[in-house]
């Protein structure tokens, strides 16, 4: 019994590991030779909405970059969300808006049964924008002065929504060693929203950079069933606009389109955050969530064979060969999508990710189906 569950895991890993080898090669291929279409030049109305809960640290950094864009100051507006704030958030923004015309500021009080508090902020939001296009970027998110009109750039005729690149900030205080690790494992998210994009078929985003238009939010009635989740404001939303709408999804990975993004400032942060991220997979549509169990298969198989050479030594051979597959065509996809997300910095320590990757994917792809996350005041999913 043992021997024939032993031959049929290492028949599946040898499956999904040529399976996922091929899928690299052809992306990275993908990458080099992907020709962006030519921006339209007709200026859209922008509506830039951030939803902030207690950021009186932040909110100043990030006002000042919203307000001091290279648009037409008519065309784009700025809405804050202020919700459930209990420190000095409001009142910083208060300062902000005899001088900024452009700038509202709405505030939330309490929740709403069965509305997650980021979304209806969101949502209401929405409601009151003037703009043809919602903009998102998160208060800790720092834009370059281009950001709007490259964004917004990207929007063709058929396209319903663009996706955008977030790169973590390593500066200080941001600058240590981890923090470099992070921002690899962070761009290797950017390039599988990248190469799926291109492919037509987007998995996932971020919500310190996205834009959709206005009318498609109306058209799929916003969030629809996910609005009682907890997380989920931008990837499951993606989900929508790409199973039951007819709108193109476009990506902008010029380096006038990216935010800059603080990384988690703690381990609990991290800990936290990376629980969410993972706590979605059974939530997205059948299709992805296979895709997402086959990935997860892949990482436990070739972890459990790693662990199994203490009793079987003589299968280290062929495992080294597998790990060092591995690495090489991680590390040359990863290479290749950082030229196209024009962020190389440290791309000399993906071989190392690629090795930490594995554990990293089986731990949280297994405790966040267990344990609860916690998102600021709130826990768990709000469902």
Known sequence: ??????????????????????????????LQQ??????????????????VHNAEQDIRDCLDHLLNQEYPP?????????????????????????????????????TKTGFAPKKLAIDTA??????EI??????????GPR??????????????????????????????FIYRLLALEYLSHAAVAAITTIWGYPLTCVGTNLAYRKCVYKELNGFGRYRSYLSGDDDLFLQRVREESKWSIAYAHSRDAQVLNAPPRSFSQFYQQRLRYASKGFIYPFQVTIYLICFYLLNLLLLLSTFSLFWMPKFIFALGIIWIIKIIAESHF?????????DTRYVKLLPLVSLLHVPYVVYFGLISQLQQYKWGDLEGKVN
């Open 147 to 176: 950001w709007v009109k490259s964004m917004a750039s990207v929007f063709q005729s058929s396209t319903g929504m663009v996706l955008g690149y977030a790169p973590y900030i390593t500066d200080k205080p941001y600058h240590t």
């Open 74 to 110: 008519d065309l784009y507006e700025v809405i804050m969300v202020a919700d459930r704030c209990r420190d000095a958030t409001e009142q910083i923004i208060n300062t902000y808006l005899p001088l900024n015309p452009r700038l509202k500021l709405i505030s939330i009080h309490e």
């Open 34 to 51: 992907v020709q962006d279409p030519m921006p339209s030049r007709q200026l859209l109305f922008v509506s830039i909405i951030v939803a």
């Open 134 to 143: 919602i903009l998102l970027t998160d208060v800790d998110g720092r834009p």
């Open 1 to 30: 019994m043992m021997l024939f569950l032993a031959l049929l895991a290492g028949t599946l890993l040898a499956f999904l590991f040529v399976f996922y080898i091929l899928f690299l090669v052809y992306a990275g291929r993908i």
């Open 126 to 131: 929405v409601a009151q924008a003037g703009g």
């Open 334 to 342: 990863i290479r290749q999508a950082a030229r196209y997300l024009m």
